[in-house]
T-cell receptor, first 115, second 111 residues
Framework: GAGVSQSPSNKVTEKGKDVELRCDPI?????LYWYRQRLGQGLEFLIY????????KSGLPSDRFSAERTGESVSTLTIQRTQQEDSAVYLC?????????????FGPGTRLTVL | KNEVEQSPQNLTAQEGEFITINCSYS?????LHWLQQHPGGGIVSLFM???GKKKHGRLIATINIQEKHSSLHITASHPRDSAVYIC?????????????FGTGTRLQVTL
């Protein structure tokens, strides 16, 4: 596809369950970012991947959150033992190269609801 | 205090009006981004700039690095411009170009 895709588009889960969110970046984009947007709040950075370098995990809110990326392709964000405060839209973005002047292309997001 | 502040938070305009959304930031930056988020939709990058002014159709973005301020202008506004407009910066500290976001300006353009 031409753009960043994410799946699922919506996920409803019960408190305490684990969830896995997927992001397919634009082909050839070496940098990949995960962001979170809680209802009524601004976007927050979670984690970023650049090629084979160690990811920048400085935005992950707790050790229940983790993410992986296979090479320069798909990334998965995993939330273990979900809590109600994890409810948010999780957005993935990719860019051609990780320098400040590269535009980030956003996916449509995954809306996570924790009951 | 947030590193990126936007004003106004909410804005209602009539079709055809000239609209200005402001963004101030408190950190040194490599670049500033203006993003558009439609209800229920994803985020689209409108502009990325590090100096001066950029224009795309009816949209104009300006930045003043010395004053740490940027504006997004919409000329001849239309109801389809109704969306949340988000200012984001790439701080020039660290190595990652992760974005720091403002809280957004919700724009409603009516007929």
């Amino acid at each position: 596809g031409a753009g960043v895709s994410q799946s699922p588009s919506n996920k409803v889960t019960e408190k305490g369950k684990d969830v896995e969110l997927r992001c397919d970046p634009i082909s050839g984009h070496t940098a990949l970012y995960w962001y979170r947007q809680r209802l009524g709040q601004g976007l927050e950075f979670l984690i970023y991947f650049q090629g084979n370098s160690a990811p920048d995990k400085s935005g992950l809110p707790s050790d229940r959150f983790s993410a992986e990326r296979t090479g320069e392709s798909v990334s998965t964000l995993t939330i273990q033992r979900t809590q109600q405060e994890d409810s948010a839209v999780y957005l993935c973005a990719s860019s051609l190269w990780d320098i400040a002047y590269n535009e980030q292309f956003f996916g449509p997001g995954t809306r996570l609801t924790v009951l | 205090k947030n590193e990126v502040e936007q004003s106004p938070q909410n804005l209602t305009a009539q079709e055809g009006e000239f609209i200005t959304i402001n963004c101030s930031y408190s950190v040194g930056i490599s670049a500033l981004h203006w993003l558009q988020q439609h209800p229920g939709g994803g985020i689209v990058s409108l502009f990325m700039l590090s100096s001066g002014k950029k224009k795309h159709g009816r949209l104009i973005a300006t930045i003043n690095i010395q004053e740490k301020h940027s504006s997004l202008h919409i000329t001849a506004s239309h109801p389809r411009d109704s969306a949340v407009y988000i200012c984001a910066v790439t701080p020039n500290t660290g190595t990652a170009s992760k974005l720091t976001f403002g809280t957004g300006t919700r724009l409603q353009v009516t007929l």
